[in-house]
């Protein structure tokens, strides 16, 4: 829950203003906006990266100033924009979720994430080694690992922050079922710039310069012939050129 939620990372610079929402058991909320609006702040603030200027932040009611800073990062799984791999093997990469689980757990990680064929066609299977920052893998094969490390580590909590912002649409379409899969039973928060990738979240909220101006579920939006379906018309003809 972020409650009231305002926040700068200067004094004279404020990023959010009273944001104020609740992602309930088991839904998936998304958080959509122009670049700047605020959007990754969230993210940042829910790890306690930083702290709230002002309202709070809260899980199970419990506030984050209140609790174990190694309890909540245990609890949440993240997929990110841009992942970071390490210059090992891949088997160590999507270990790096929960370094003592089993081999058994890892490979059924891979298959949920459906990189597990991909892996085993390579010549050296799950010890290839995949370069420094994952550079032997393509934007989508980094993206499938991530999102198995996040399924290993098994968390109640998931985040996609800007999860499929730098894959090109063919791939994006394939990575956005894994996703989905992986958020099924999970309490949910994506950031998203990209509107397609967040039509089936149960709550859509628009961030605009800090503020929540508008929230509902995809088709509503449309419907209310605001800032998402000025934004959601602009992407389309963006997909069509």
């Known amino acids: 829950e972020f409650s009231k939620v305002g926040f700068a990372y200067e004094a004279n610079r404020q990023i959010l203003f009273d944001v104020d929402f609740k992602v309930g058991a088991g839904r998936t909320v ?5 670049s700047g609006s605020g959007k990754s702040t969230l993210a940042r603030l829910l790890f306690r990266f930083y702290d709230t200027t002002s309202g709070s932040v809260k899980i199970n009611g419990s506030d984050l100033r209140a609790l174990q800073q190694a309890s909540v990062r245990a609890a949440i799984g ?3 924009q841009d992942t970071v791999l390490f210059n090992d ?3 160590y990469n999507i270990q790096y979720g929960r ?3 089993p081999h058994e ?3 059924a990680a891979a298959r949920a994430a459906h990189i597990h064929d991909f892996i085993m066609a390579l010549p050296d299977a799950y010890q290839t080694r995949v370069g420094e920052r994952g550079l032997k893998l393509s934007g989508g094969e980094k993206q499938r690992v991530a999102i198995a490390r996040a399924l290993l580590k098994n968390p109640p909590i998931l985040i996609f922050d800007e999860a ?3 894959l090109d649409s063919k791939t994006e379409k394939a990575i956005q079922a894994q996703l989905e899969q992986a958020a099924v039973g999970r ?3 994506i950031i998203a710039h990209r509107l397609s990738t967040v039509m089936n979240a149960d709550e859509i909220l628009v961030l605009d310069a800090g ?3 508008e929230r509902g579920a995809h088709r509503t939006l449309l419907e209310r012939g605001g800032l998402y379906s000025q934004m959601w018309a602009l992407q389309q003809q963006e997909h069509e050129i």
């Open 164 to 166: 499929t912002s730098a």
């Open 30 to 34: 998304a958080v959509v906006g122009h």
């Open 78 to 80: 993240i997929v990110p």
């Open 99 to 101: 370094p003592a689980a």
């Open 187 to 189: 309490t949910t928060l």
């Open 211 to 213: 503020r929540i101006v």
């Open 105 to 107: 757990d890892v490979i």
């Open 89 to 91: 093997t891949i088997f």
